[in-house]
């Protein structure tokens, strides 16, 4: 038992030394545009250190913002897209001066209800919460607000953030961004798109499909190929479909992984077809320049960590809501040839 | 080994007298056959390639193949790891994390030094250095479970979040970003690239002679395999009859006409002729051959039913007559989809296929039974069973305008219905062996191995080249990756090491019963450790073959994949116990998982009902795999 005691305090003396060390570097207020910040956030504990960094806060008073901690909860791990909402949250939250706690749900609406009952046990400040499964969660974001805390749906939950009485939605609606793609398949001339999904509950992802298949004017065939973890299954599954169909001439990937296997897809089957994607990665951007993929729809996700945090805040000292009752659209944007260099080098910052 | 002369003697001393040695009871080349771990595995793998074939067009295609076994390759490779590790009593969780860890980490060595991280180490030292952590990562999980005794499942279940941990907090520590990439122009590229990921390109190798070259080492395989499955189960004759051999020849003369006749012509009639002497000739040749070699059947009998046999005969009939009146009154020109996964034409299939299979399993066991009785009835049971087949190809044949089915199923049914109908007459004519020949075991095993070596041989032939009536059609482009020589080499090797190392008996024997094991002298901790240091190794290997695929990867690649390693492992037959199993069947469970895969998409079917299929099908697996174990116990009971 001594032992352990000792063990405990050796540690809790690492902890605080960690905390003032990262002090050092992330004074500066840029948003994590810079390496200098993003080498902090791969530990998520030593950015609390940021809270007591009043330097770059004096306007707020300090002692207010040092009390709030927003909790944002979402409903996945750190893949691609979240991880620059993650940086969006830690930039909002360090230029603001308030603690933020960055809780994955690992895509189990359970981890979140249990998440987000655990972050009002400890007295949260603001809830910010993706919304991939309304039924589960509604009820419990219900009893936060029922309790005064002020809640801000972030991601998925356009269609639910006003029954649960939250005071905004910060995302992009996925039908309307398929729609947008959809215009995009037209304007190029395809006839038969397959718009392909990585994962198979996902609302949101059927959505986008939805949002093509109503403003496409040709035929969609929409289908789940594999998951992200199983690039090369996903790649097969693709070709498997546009093989079976020759007259498959577009291809939209719901996801930025799933897209590029679409383009390999493709590349093997050695057939032509225009390949739409959704969200960024280096990768992507790179096969955009190189004019493997026409598009990829971006929503912009560093301000679905940024501006959720930035609505809590403004609640929370000077009771500001923003949007007026309507949902706050970070989406769709586009990017394209025209546009994919200056948008790669933002990217391989990590903020787009 | 030295004295099976001694109990062959003894053996048949005591088989005569009706109270042999159970242990040392003959068993015929097709028991022995099914009592192999993977046969299950096999005929599955068999089944779902013939189902998707059958109602896919581009499934069987090379493009299709090239699909299919592409995916296999990586997920094989860990399936063969997981096997081995799994007949060793012992798990790892963290094989999926680990394939990408080593990728990640492979890249993380060799990306360019600079603002976006990365060590810029020749690939030369990347390699082997990730290798040698790989080592450690196996060696760590293989001495922790052995230390700590606590379970192997909770063990590799921390690696596996330390390693889904590190890969992010690496990733994201060094370059900034959930996936990593490295460029082209990495010292050693150009060579590494060409280890892990050179490709094959189908349509720029022409080779116009292929088909002539195919068909001529088929047939020679084919006419191997029977000659050599002949060998292993009737009674050598004393002194050998030539006259036998004219027959033979004779046969086989009218068998290469027909073939040249079918390849000269694409008339109906003349293609009807040429069957009808295939089939006659193949009879003659196979009776022929069994003059020369065997012994005339002692007692043939007369035709004797008993209601065993007729129940389950009528049983088999009846369902492939269900299987024939489903074609006719399903339209099969309807491409509708139902509610249910398929589209019309996928449901006439699929009930056609389950009808025709269990029709032909209940018929199957009847001929069985007859066996017991005499030889005649036997043969009568099998040709009443071909001709049900040969009538069913015909009506394949004749709804097989209205698409969804291929045309060459015709020509399959009608040869699977001649081997039945060739068997039965033999089964008729000759003495079958009933105690131990080992020469002609010997020579029998040497025949059926080179046989499927041609087969296997001509098949590959036949993917890997393109003749220019198939450039001028416009086949699809299909490119064979190094990615499955390494997932055929590595089975291999690891299928002569199990079955023929001393580690390979040590995985079995700790698998088995550890404690045993332990005390008649195995080192069960050591063998423990290389196992898995063996499944790690393999990690490394797929995470080799995937980063130059790719020249990226995300951070989660991997995770979760590795209850799919395991459940390929499950269906090719290894149990989740420990102790039992191959690793050939591993290979062959991948291939299961990813024909399903890809044939679900092939056939355009509604993908959300594809884990519904893939349950289905481990249902199956398991169920079967515990029938033919228990069929394996019994045996050697």
Not at chain 2, 53 to 59: K, Q, T
Request: net charge negative.
């Amino acid at each position: 038992m001594k032992k352990m005691r000792w063990l405990a305090m050796l540690l809790a003396l690492v902890m605080v030394a960690a905390a003032c060390g990262s002090d050092g570097d992330s004074g500066d207020t840029a948003d994590g545009g810079d390496t200098g910040s993003e080498s902090t956030d791969s530990g998520d504990s030593g950015d609390s250190g940021d809270s007591g960094d009043s330097g770059d806060t004096e306007e707020v008073d300090v002692a207010q913002s040092g009390d709030l901690t927003f909790h944002m909860i979402t409903h996945s791990e750190d893949g691609p897209f979240w991880s620059v909402v993650k940086r969006g949250m830690e930039a909002a939250c360090s230029d603001l001066g308030v603690e933020c706690v960055w809780m994955p749900g690992f895509n189990d609406a359970n981890q979140m209800v249990q998440d987000i009952e655990g972050a009002l046990a400890e007295g949260s400040s603001g809830i910010a919460a993706s919304l991939p499964d309304p039924t589960a969660l509604v009820p419990v974001l219900q009893g936060a607000v029922g309790q005064g805390v002020p809640v801000v749906t972030l991601n998925s939950g356009a269609n639910d953030y006003q029954e649960i009485g939250a005071l905004t939605h910060v995302g992009q609606t996925e039908f309307i961004a398929g729609q947008a793609a959809g215009e995009r398949f037209n304007a190029a001339g395809a006839t038969h798109v397959l718009c392909g999904q990585q994962e198979q509950n996902n609302v949101g992802l059927t959505e986008r499909c939805a949002g093509l298949e109503d403003t496409f004017s040709g035929t969609v065939t929409t289908d789940f190929m594999d998951l992200d973890a199983d690039t090369t299954a996903q790649q097969a599954a693709i070709n498997a479909a546009m093989a079976a169909d020759e007259s498959i001439d577009g291809f939209l990937g719901v996801g930025p992984v799933i897209t590029m296997s679409g383009v390999r897809a493709a590349g093997d089957l050695g057939r032509d077809v225009i390949v739409g994607g959704f969200d960024l990665t280096p990768e992507l951007l790179g096969a955009i320049e190189g004019g493997d993929v026409l598009f990829t729809v971006d929503q912009q996700q560093y301000l679905q960590g940024y501006l959720p945090i930035l609505q809590l805040f403004l609640f929370q000292t000077n009771s500001n809501t923003i949007g007026g009752g309507q949902p706050i659209l970070t989406g769709p944007g586009f990017v394209t040839a025209d546009n994919a260099a200056s948008v790669l080098a933002l990217s391989e910052a990590g903020t787009r | 080994m030295t004295d099976v002369s001694a109990v062959d003697a003894n053996s048949a001393t005591a088989n005569d007298a009706g109270e042999a040695d159970e242990r040392l009871a003959y068993r015929s080349i097709f028991q022995r056959l099914f009592i192999r771990p993977e046969i299950g595995a096999i005929i599955g793998a068999i089944g779902v390639w013939t189902f998707f074939w059958a109602v896919s067009l581009n499934f069987g295609t090379t493009g299709g193949t090239q699909n299919w076994l592409d995916s296999a390759s990586t997920l094989g490779i860990m399936a063969v790891a997981v096997s081995m590790l799994m007949i060793g009593g012992e798990f790892d969780l963290s094989s999926g994390a680990n394939t990408g860890a080593m990728g990640i980490l492979f890249i993380l060595l060799i990306r360019e030094t600079g603002e976006l991280g990365g060590l810029g180490a020749s690939i030369w030292i990347a390699v082997p250095l990730s290798f040698a952590f790989a080592m450690a990562v196996g060696f760590f999980n293989g001495w922790m479970v052995e230390k700590t005794a606590l379970p192997s499942f909770i063990v590799t279940l921390a690696t596996f979040f330390i390693l889904k941990g590190a890969k992010l907090g690496l990733a994201k520590l060094i370059v900034g970003q959930i996936s990593v990439t490295f460029t082209n122009d990495a010292h050693g590229y150009a060579f590494w690239q060409r280890i892990f990921a050179a490709e094959w390109e189908r349509n720029s190798h022409v080779w116009n002679g292929r088909d002539l070259f195919y068909i001529g080492m088929f047939l020679v395989g084919t006419i191997l395999i029977t000659l050599s499955v002949c060998e292993m189960h009737f009674v050598r004759r004393s002194e050998p009859k030539p006259a036998g051999l004219g027959l033979f020849g004779l046969g086989m003369a009218g068998f290469v006409a027909s073939i040249v006749l079918f390849h000269t012509t694409d008339g109906v009639g003349a293609n009807f002729v040429a069957a009808a002497v295939l089939a006659v000739s193949v009879v003659v040749a196979m009776v022929g051959f069994g003059q020369w070699r065997y012994e005339p059947v002692a007692a043939a009998g007369g035709l004797r039913l008993n209601a065993g046999i007729t129940n389950y005969l009528v049983a088999g009939l009846v369902s492939i007559g269900i299987a024939v009146a489903c074609a006719f009154a399903i339209d099969s020109a309807n491409s509708e989809t139902l509610f249910f996964p398929f589209t019309v034409q996928g449901l006439r299939a699929v009930l056609i296929m389950v009808f025709v299979g269990v029709g032909f399993m209940l018929a199957m066991v009847a001929a069985n039974r007859a066996l017991s009785v005499n030889p005649i009835t036997k043969g009568a049971v099998s040709t009443v069973i071909a001709a049900a087949l040969a009538g069913f190809a015909f009506v394949v044949r004749a709804s097989s305008e209205a698409a969804k089915f291929r045309t060459e199923l015709f020509s399959v049914l009608l040869l699977c219905a001649l081997a039945l109908f060739a068997w039965a007459v033999l089964g008729t004519r000759f003495e079958e062996r009933r105690r131990t020949d080992a020469s002609a075991d010997r020579l029998g095993t040497r025949g059926l191995l080179l046989g499927v070596a041609l087969l296997v041989f001509a098949v590959i032939i036949r993917h890997l080249f393109v003749t220019d009536a198939e450039l001028e059609a416009g086949v699809n482009p299909a490119k064979f990756s190094v990615r499955m020589l390494w997932f055929f080499g590595f089975t291999a090797v690891m299928v002569w090491i199990l079955g023929n190392t001393r580690f390979g008996s040590w995985t079995f024997a700790v698998g088995g019963n550890k404690e045993a094991s332990r005390q008649v002298g195995v080192p069960a901790a050591r063998t423990k450790t290389q196992l898995f240091m063996i499944v790690s190794g393999a990690a490394w290997l797929v995470g080799m073959l995937l980063a130059f695929r790719l020249n990226s990867l995300q951070a989660s690649a991997g995770d979760g994949e590795e209850f799919e390693f395991i459940i390929a492992a499950v269906v090719g037959g290894t149990l989740l116990t420990g102790g039992y199993g191959t690793a050939l069947g591993g290979a062959i469970g991948a291939a299961i998982m990813a024909m399903s895969a890809v044939g679900i998409a092939s056939a355009r079917w509604n993908s959300d009902w594809r884990f519904v299929f893939l349950g289905v099908i481990l249902l199956l697996a398991v169920i079967s795999n515990r029938a033919i174990r228990d069929r394996a116990d019994s045996a050697r009971r």
